[in-house]
């Protein structure tokens, strides 16, 4: 199933793994989610589905992973409706947008290194991590702290706003999830001044997510539940860059034995593409669709219609 042909379609949405290793089972929930979405738009007519490698940081990508993931997708028959797009090409488009917020003074050099801001958080009595992230406390906000630029920080709003009208200069960020509801997040409080661009150049995602969403003219991002701490960051940066905002959906994640998202460091295994309806299955059954059909094609199509039921992306 894909896109009328011939017809522009105002839906794009996007899977956009990082090749560290083959895809598992928490990664091919969220592929099918992706993909579902975009075929259930226009009442099932389609709109377009594109695959993105977010293979930003090399020393983790695993040689050869990009192509294994891609074919686990095409035997599960998720295939794109254009070539992938890879973004260790794309590091002059995030130049550029760095540059751009630069010149807005939304951007500024920190010469931190991380045990400087444990030592600081500590002697303020706040020595916690968020999810291993630590808050960073604004030491470098007014002034190198340093000789060594160690990163490249987004500066986060600090007040928020006496009325709605300014919420482009808030740090609390709210939004709709088509699935979790209502959300938001103070994201001074949260995270802090958060890094665009490491000492050794490597961009972040939060930036590169930013910029490719729009250059590719995302209008819908579906993706895991572990992800959706990341929305209220792009969307300031979103906001900073004056570029649209997709509408996000977050999906339930596959649990270790650990009660932790599935992944390789608690026990995932490679994806086992020989049996494609088996692994569907097991990934519609995570997304609460149902698993009745006896070959891919009609699962595909029967779980097109129960998306389109449950969460109408028109």
Request: with cysteine.
């Given at each position: 199933?894909?896109?009328?042909?011939?017809?522009?379609?105002?839906?794009?949405?996007?899977?956009?793994?990082?090749?560290?290793?083959?895809?598992?089972?928490?990664?091919?929930?969220?592929?099918?989610?992706?993909?579902?979405?975009?075929?259930?738009?226009?009442?099932?007519?389609?709109?377009?589905?594109?695959?993105?490698?977010?293979?930003?940081?090399?020393?983790?990508?695993?040689?050869?992973?990009?192509?294994?993931?891609?074919?686990?997708?095409?035997?599960?028959?998720?295939?794109?409706?254009?070539?992938?797009?890879?973004?260790?090409?794309?590091?002059?488009?995030?130049?550029?947008?760095?540059?751009?917020?630069?010149?807005?003074?939304?951007?500024?050099?920190?010469?931190?290194?991380?045990?400087?801001?444990?030592?600081?958080?500590?002697?303020?009595?706040?020595?916690?991590?968020?999810?291993?992230?630590?808050?960073?406390?604004?030491?470098?906000?007014?002034?190198?702290?340093?000789?060594?630029?160690?990163?490249?920080?987004?500066?986060?709003?600090?007040?928020?706003?006496?009325?709605?009208?300014?919420?482009?200069?808030?740090?609390?960020?709210?939004?709709?999830?088509?699935?979790?509801g209502p959300q938001h997040q103070d994201v001074g409080a949260a995270v802090g001044d958060f890094v665009l661009r490491r000492a050794d150049g490597q961009f972040s995602y939060q930036l590169a997510v930013v910029v490719d969403d729009a250059a590719q003219a995302v209008s819908h991002v579906v993706r895991g539940e572990d992800l959706a701490d990341n929305t209220a960051?792009?969307?300031?940066?979103?906001?900073?860059?004056?570029?649209?905002?997709?509408?996000?959906?977050?999906?339930?994640?596959?649990?270790?034995?650990?009660?932790?998202?599935?992944?390789?460091?608690?026990?995932?295994?490679?994806?086992?593409?020989?049996?494609?309806?088996?692994?569907?299955?097991?990934?519609?059954?995570?997304?609460?669709?149902?698993?009745?059909?006896?070959?891919?094609?009609?699962?595909?199509?029967?779980?097109?219609?129960?998306?389109?039921?449950?969460?109408?992306?028109?």
């Amino acid at each position: 199933m894909s896109a009328v042909p011939g017809v522009q379609a105002a839906y794009v949405g996007r899977f956009a793994p990082s090749p560290t290793g083959p895809l598992h089972a928490g990664s091919l929930v969220a592929a099918l989610a992706s993909w579902l979405d975009a075929r259930a738009w226009n009442h099932g007519h389609g709109g377009r589905w594109l695959v993105r490698i977010e293979d930003l940081d090399r020393p983790r990508c695993v040689a050869g992973a990009a192509a294994l993931m891609l074919q686990q997708l095409q035997d599960c028959s998720l295939v794109a409706d254009e070539p992938p797009l890879f973004q260790s090409q794309r590091n002059a488009v995030y130049e550029a947008a760095l540059q751009r917020l630069l010149a807005a003074g939304r951007v500024y050099p920190c010469a931190c290194s991380r045990k400087q801001i444990e030592s600081v958080l500590a002697r303020a009595g706040h020595a916690r991590s968020r999810h291993g992230e630590l808050v960073y406390p604004g030491t470098c906000r007014h002034g190198l702290h340093g000789t060594t630029v160690r990163a490249w920080r987004f500066l986060v709003p600090q007040v928020a706003p006496a009325s709605s009208a300014a919420t482009t200069a808030s740090s609390v960020v709210e939004w709709h999830d088509r699935r979790l509801g209502p959300q938001h997040q103070d994201v001074g409080a949260a995270v802090g001044d958060f890094v665009l661009r490491r000492a050794d150049g490597q961009f972040s995602y939060q930036l590169a997510v930013v910029v490719d969403d729009a250059a590719q003219a995302v209008s819908h991002v579906v993706r895991g539940e572990d992800l959706a701490d990341n929305t209220a960051r792009q969307l300031l940066l979103q906001r900073a860059l004056g570029l649209p905002t997709p509408q996000y959906l977050h999906t339930p994640l596959v649990l270790g034995t650990n009660g932790e998202k599935l992944s390789k460091q608690n026990g995932a295994t490679a994806l086992d593409t020989r049996d494609p309806l088996a692994v569907l299955n097991a990934a519609a059954n995570t997304l609460g669709l149902p698993v009745q059909a006896s070959s891919v094609a009609d699962a595909l199509a029967a779980w097109v219609g129960a998306w389109r039921h449950l969460y109408n992306p028109r």
